[in-house]
């Protein structure tokens, strides 16, 4: 649940809002925004959790769905030291309520550049930026 919390972070920065334009682990053709995905990485033994994550868009224009991620890739390089807590919460997702659990020592990693990922069914381009959250469960 951790991406959860993270996309939480987004909404609450000013990148959209959950299940208009932000949304958990999936987006349907006819839903224009971004979506994060978890990336399943090993943990090694006696270190603290990472969940890796792939945030992915689409636009009203390939190069709208483009520059948001651009702006969250420069938000999250700018923030790297500042977040270090993402407090527990009720949120509505998918029409479902689901509490996430407070996570302390959280640290975002650098993300990866842009990529872009090739064409939906629609014809629009899909881009995708990558990073890692490591982070303890309280």
């Known amino acids: 649940m951790i991406t959860l919390s993270f996309l939480k972070l987004l909404e609450d920065n000013g990148f959209g809002t959950i299940d208009t334009d932000l949304f958990y682990q999936k987006l349907t053709l006819d839903k224009i ?39 969250i890739r420069k938000f ?23 509490t996430i659990p407070e996570y302390t020592n959280v640290e975002i990693a650098k993300p990866s550049t ?11 381009v899909i881009f995708s930026l990558t990073g890692t959250i490591i982070y303890k469960e309280k």
Do not use: H
Not at 44 to 69: M, N, P
Not at 114 to 124: C, E, F, M, S, Y
């Open 76 to 98: 999250l390089i700018a923030n790297y030291a500042n977040i270090c807590e993402l407090p527990e919460m009720s949120i509505k997702v998918d029409g479902q309520s689901v």
């Open 114 to 124: 842009i990529t872009n990922v090739g064409l939906d069914a629609n014809k629009r």
């Open 33 to 71: 925004g971004i979506y994060i995905a978890d990336i399943g990485d090993p943990v090694a033994r006696g270190s603290r959790d990472t969940q890796s994550f792939e945030l992915l868009t689409r636009g009203t224009t390939d190069i709208s769905g483009k520059y948001k991620l651009e702006q």
